[in-house]
């Protein structure tokens, strides 16, 4: 099975929950602005809110992708206050023709002093966790 690891961080929340899942299925946690260029089975895309919504880079790249070669994208992410961003993922991910697995992970993320220390280790291990559990 082919597997990416991409996200988008603004504080570095993401970046360290993108790390615990890319370790865990052994893929490699890049950025958004590394492009898909060989056809992956599944998608992990980090993503976070800010200010009610995700950020247009986000959008941006998920309306670039190639529908052929992406066979599926995994939602994960932290945010402060509301749950997860998988509605508006999968509203841009219907519009590039392409599928969005049902399971996510979600965790809590700091932000201004509330949360401190999130993601922590536990968010990490079950991260991790869930990851294998995609692709096992
Ligand atoms: C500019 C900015 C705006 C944010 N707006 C929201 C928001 O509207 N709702 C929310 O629940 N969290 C909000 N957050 C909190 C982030 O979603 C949370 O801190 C997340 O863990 C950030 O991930 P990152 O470090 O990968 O950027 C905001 C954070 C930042 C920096």
């Not at 950025?31 to 992990?44: A, G, K, N, Q, Y």
């Not at 070669?69 to 993922?89: D, E, H, P, Q, R």
């Not at 697995?101 to 536990?122: L, M, N, Q, Y």
């Amino acid at each position: 099975m082919k597997i990416a690891v991409r996200y988008y961080t603004k504080t570095g929340n993401t970046k360290r929950l993108a790390e615990a899942i890319a370790d865990a299925v052994g893929a490699e946690a890049l950025p958004i602005s590394e492009p898909i260029t060989e056809p992956v089975d599944v998608l992990f895309l980090g993503n976070s809110y800010y200010a009610f919504t995700i950020d247009p880079e986000v959008r941006a790249f998920i309306r670039g992708l190639d529908k052929n070669k992406v066979g599926k994208i995994v939602n994960f992410g932290s945010a402060a206050m509301l749950n997860s961003t998988y509605k508006k993922v999968k509203a841009e991910a219907d519009k590039a023709g392409i599928l969005m697995d049902t399971r996510e992970f979600h965790c809590k993320g700091e932000f201004k002093g509330i949360h401190k220390g999130k993601p922590d280790a536990s968010d990490m291990k079950a991260a991790a966790d869930f990851a294998k559990s995609v692709v096992s």
